[in-house]
């Protein structure tokens, strides 16, 4: 039986889209060759990567200016490839500290040059998005959803004219909708909301690009991936693929903002629940709670493995928090239907009847 998954990531795919994935990982449309034994240089490849970087660009609106490229990596190397193209040489680059995340892009930036944590939520054990006022650097950085600690940002940052805006949304991209132009580079791996590990999509503002003043290496430049298509070298043919299914069955729904709705619908019951059932206790304040991922933790602590066997025994995977926070977590990725979410808080409601 198929698994309500609530795993944080590696996440939940649709079924339609594992079915076609495995599919063409046996043959490719009738051509009598495997996705992964063709060269990426075929036409039915190139034709893959065309797709999936036309619907990145159809699904969230992507204004003329802007490339979208699937590199690799993960995010892990885009909290490098953001500072090298965009850290400017000399100068101090602003970042906002919401988490595990968010330290190690601060962590990256601070080996090209100086970063000033302009807010933090470090001393709350990150239970909220810090508010801050005007920046006076040439760029900030922030992390729009903080994976591990359930935590969201409610609105976009707005920054002057020749500021840049760097954004890590590995894990709520494609879950809202976005103004494309308040941002100069988004970043998102692609195993949290778009298809599985091995890919992480950029989407870029060109002009933005080429005004640090540093070398950069080959493939940490964006502008030499936007230069050959994203074909630099082999790109992961089966991340790239599989995340335009994700895609496709996306726009099939009706794009973001119907998804939008449902991932409201899906964290309004999952909030409620938290807050109505007093075996429970929510982490994140209310005001930064992330619709992504709902972080929290029993009452009583002593009730865990029974409530561990509860879910368990519902069908539930991927429920424990993160090691650093504890608890909790149920992440409600775009995939996740509104019933998982319901058996999840049926079995709250039971667990409050037997053990409350
Ligand atoms: C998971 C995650 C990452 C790390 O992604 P990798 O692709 O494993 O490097 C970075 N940022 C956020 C917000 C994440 O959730």
Redo the contacts with the bound molecule.
């Keep these: 039986m198929k698994k309500h998954n609530f795993s944080a990531?590696p996440c939940i795919l649709p079924p339609n889209v594992l079915q076609e994935a495995a599919d063409a990982v046996r043959e490719l449309d009738n051509s009598g060759l495997s996705l992964i034994e063709i060269s990426h240089r075929s036409k039915p490849f190139v034709a893959v990567m065309d797709e999936a970087r036309a619907l990145v660009k159809e699904l969230l609106n992507v204004p003329e200016g802007y490339e979208v490229l699937f590199l690799q990596?993960?995010?892990?190397?885009?909290f490098l490839t953001a500072a090298y193209n965009f850290h400017k040489q000399g100068e101090t680059a602003a970042y906002v500290n919401t988490g595990t995340?968010s330290k190690?892009a601060i962590k990256e930036a601070k080996l090209l040059g100086d970063v000033d944590v302009i807010a933090s939520s470090e001393s709350s054990n990150f239970d909220h998005i810090p508010s801050f006022g005007a920046i006076n650097h040439p760029s900030l950085h922030i992390?729009t959803?903080?994976?591990i600690f359930g935590t969201q940002f409610k609105s976009m940052p707005s920054l002057g004219e020749g500021q840049v805006l760097m954004a890590?949304m590995?894990?709520d991209i494609f879950s809202q909708e976005l103004n494309i132009a308040d941002f100069d580079l988004i970043y998102a791996?692609a195993?949290?909301n778009m298809g599985p590990?091995g890919t992480?999509m950029y989407i870029v503002k060109t002009e933005s690009l080429g005004k640090t003043g540093r070398a950069i290496p080959s493939y940490l430049d964006l502008a030499v991936h936007i230069d050959k298509d994203s074909m630099f070298n082999t790109p992961p043919v089966f991340a790239v693929y599989t995340s335009m299914l994700t895609l496709r069955w996306l726009k099939n729904l009706g794009g973001v903002a119907e998804i939008q709705k449902h991932n409201e619908a899906k964290a309004k019951l999952m909030y409620s629940e938290i807050d109505r059932n007093p075996l429970f206790e929510g982490f994140a304040q209310a005001e930064s709670r992330s619709n992504m991922n709902a972080t929290f933790k029993l009452s009583n602590d002593e009730l865990a493995a029974k409530f561990d066997e509860m879910w368990n025994a519902a069908g539930i995977n991927g429920l424990k928090g993160h090691r650093s926070i504890g608890g909790y977590r149920a992440s409600m990725y775009n995939a996740l239907p509104l019933e998982s979410v319901q058996v999840l808080v049926d079995v709250m409601k039971e667990f409050e009847r037997t053990h409350g």
Excluded: C, E
């Design positions: 990531g990596g993960g995010a892990s190397l885009g995340w190690k992390t959803n903080n994976t890590d590995s894990s791996g195993q949290k590990a992480v």
